[in-house]
Nanobody
Framework: QVQFVESGGGLVQPGGSLRLSCAAS????????MTWYRQAPGKGRELVAF????????NYPDSVKGRFTISRDNAKNTVYLQMNSLKPEDTAVYYC???????WGQGTLVTVSS
């Protein structure tokens, strides 16, 4: 079955960086677009990064543009999210999924606090 295993979250100070990883399985990873979402406490799930199957097209919302970078390794069925200049408002559980999204994994918690 389709499975996503996110990792790399943790506690980081404002201005710091983290790199999230997501290992995907159960589908033809190299043929589908992939995404990163986040869900902050008490809020809905927000799309923060999108990458097409070959990496030829990438999109971000204004809230993370210039700070977050999505990438993928089709040989490893893995998608990454490099997060720089982190802010307290980036605190959330981060999830990866394919596009369009299906079942969700457990996510990885990112906490930005001093």
């Amino acid at each position: 079955q389709v499975q996503f295993v996110e990792s790399g979250g943790g506690l980081v100070q404002p201005g710091g960086s983290l790199r999230l990883s997501c290992a995907a399985s159960g589908f033809m990873f190299s043929s589908v677009s992939m995404t990163w979402y986040r869900q902050a406490p008490g809020k809905g799930r927000e799309l923060v990064a999108f990458i097409t199957s070959t990496g030829g097209s990438i999109n971000y919302p204004d809230s993370v543009k210039g700070r977050f970078t999505i990438s993928r390794d089709n040989a490893k069925n893995t998608v990454y999210l490099q997060m720089n200049s982190l802010k307290p408002e980036d605190t959330a559980v981060y999830y990866c999924n394919r596009w369009p999204p299906g079942a969700w994994g457990q996510g990885t918690l990112v906490t930005v606090s001093s």
